[in-house]
Structures are given as structure tokens and as C-alpha cells.
Nanobody, 124 residues
Framework: QVQLVESGGGLVQAGGSLRLSCAASGRTFGGYVMAWFRQAPGKEREFVAAIIWNGGSTNYADSVKGRFTISRDRTTNTIFLQMNSLKPEDTAVYYC?????????????????WGQGTQVTVSS
């Protein structure tokens, strides 16, 4: 069973940076897609970024492209989300997700494994 634990959220001023981490355990992750989603109050959960575990290919939502970077450390089974130039509209709970068979990596319904989430608040 895959377990995902996020950390690194917090309060930051607009223009600042945060680095989120997601510690993954429970199996080997070859072939997995690992992703970050976020959910703001009153809104649906939305895709932020994804990475293919083996090859390291990445995919980003247009709203974060050029500001956020997803990466993984295969030695520690950790996924990172480096967030720069943060905006108030980036405020949300950020979730790490993982699954082995993904056909639409931007769709939250495709992922079976989720972390508990970490709050990111960006003040103006």
C-alpha cells in the first residue's frame, strides 16, 4: 500500500518561495506517475504538476509553468515541488498523489493514492 506524507507548507508573502516535499513509501515506484494537486476553499481540486518516476518527464498546469518545478529523488523516494514567485491565488491545500496506470495525468480521478495535504497561504 502506497503511503504519501507531505510537508513544507506555510505562510509566505507574495513573490516568495516555498518547497514542498512528499515522502513516498510502501512499494517501489518504477512506472508510477507522481503528481501535485491543490484545492482552494470552495473550489475543485486542480492539477499542478506531475512527474514520471522512471524517466523524469514533467508536466505543468499553465498557471504555474515557469514558476513551479517538480522533481524527485529516487534514493529517498521523495517528490518535491519548488514554488517561486508565489501569488495569493496559489493559496490552497497541496496534495501529493500517485498511481501506476495513468492515462490522463491531469485528472484527480486517475489517482488512487493521496497524502493528507499541506496548507500553503500566500499573503498579498
Amino acid at each position: 500500500q502506497v503511503q504519501l506524507v507531505e510537508s513544507g507548507g506555510g505562510l509566505v508573502q507574495a513573490g516568495g518561495s516555498l518547497r514542498l516535499s512528499c515522502a513516498a513509501s510502501g512499494r517501489t515506484f518504477g512506472g508510477y506517475v507522481m503528481a501535485w494537486f491543490r484545492q482552494a476553499p470552495g473550489k475543485e481540486r486542480e492539477f499542478v504538476a506531475a512527474i514520471i518516476w522512471n524517466g523524469g518527464s514533467t508536466n505543468y498546469a499553465d498557471s504555474v509553468k515557469g514558476r513551479f518545478t517538480i522533481s524527485r529523488d529516487r534514493t529517498t523516494n521523495t517528490i518535491f515541488l519548488q514554488m517561486n514567485s508565489l501569488k495569493p491565488e496559489d493559496t490552497a491545500v497541496y496534495y501529493c498523489a500517485a498511481d501506476l496506470r495513468i492515462t490522463m495525468l491531469r485528472s484527480a480521478n486517475q489517482y488512487d493514492s493521496w497524502g493528507q495535504g499541506t496548507q500553503v497561504t500566500v499573503s498579498s
